[in-house]
């Protein structure tokens, strides 16, 4: 069994589908959605529905990102003016269209199923644990020692690291996470790696502590970048940013489905014209 981890797919149905045909994780696997589904590219309700059926059908964990919670603001007061405007300025027009193709059963199901996804989650992949959200995590304060406890109960340790996250924090967040350490990696190495997409890691080079290596890689597209490797997390690096710039489109942008069992990173940019 593996454990996979994906987000920020931006409407990219095309590049999603490619990437899973190549890669084709078995029905055992584990999958983690991160969120950013929709909004900018040309298929969003696509990926929607993919994304459901990978919870639905396969057992994966969708989460919410930004994006959807610029959706559901919208519908939540269609007639507002501030929330159509914001979600049409940052790309929510061609869900919009893609949704107007839909009939009203068919968009009051995707959109149920939108509300129902959570903001974060876990997983233990051999002896680490991580934490994994759409944006990350705001460290307003220290964390309790049951967070940093290696033999404490995984789900408990989770329960005290987010009981003071709200939304704004876990789908919103992004200096205040990719700019300092979370203090969940100790000196000696152990505790929580915190994985997130939310923020293109082209532009990761002008916030982030410690970048593994620049945001952007081969062909000048966006490239995983793991963050925070220093003496206080014992050269481990706390926060590992996956989201590659599948938001930009052709020629800066291609999606990654990252493997946590051994760091496998399989790419998938985005093509021409879609």
Known sequence: MATYVFSDVHGHMGTLERLFDRVSPGEGDRIFMLGDMIDRGPDPVGVLKFCRDLQQNHGATVLMGNHEDLMLA??????????????????GLKTAAGLERLDEDEIDDLLDWVRTLGLSTY????????????????????????????????????????????????????????????????????????????????????????????????????????????????????????????????????LLLLRLDDGEEFYEPVREGE
């Open 74 to 91: 919208f519908f939540a007061d269609p007639h507002g003016s501030d929330a159509y405007i914001n979600w049409a300025i940052n790309g």
């Open 123 to 254: 997983a233990r992949v051999g002896d680490r644990l991580y934490f994994m959200s759409h944006a990350g995590l705001n460290r307003k304060g220290p964390w309790d020692a049951t967070v940093l406890d290696e033999a404490a109960d995984d789900a408990d340790r989770i329960e005290q690291l987010t009981k003071d996250q709200h939304m704004d924090d876990l789908v919103w967040v992004r200096h205040e996470f990719w700019g300092r350490p979370t203090k969940l990696v100790g000196e000696d190495g152990k505790g929580i790696i915190a994985i997130a997409g939310h923020t293109p890691t082209p532009y990761l080079d002008e916030i982030a502590d410690h970048p593994d290596r620049p945001g952007v890689g081969e062909g000048g597209l966006g490239q995983m970048v793991r963050v925070g490797a220093g003496d206080e997390t014992g050269g481990v690096a706390d926060r590992w940013d996956i989201d590659c710039g599948c938001a930009g489109g052709y020629g800066f942008g291609r």
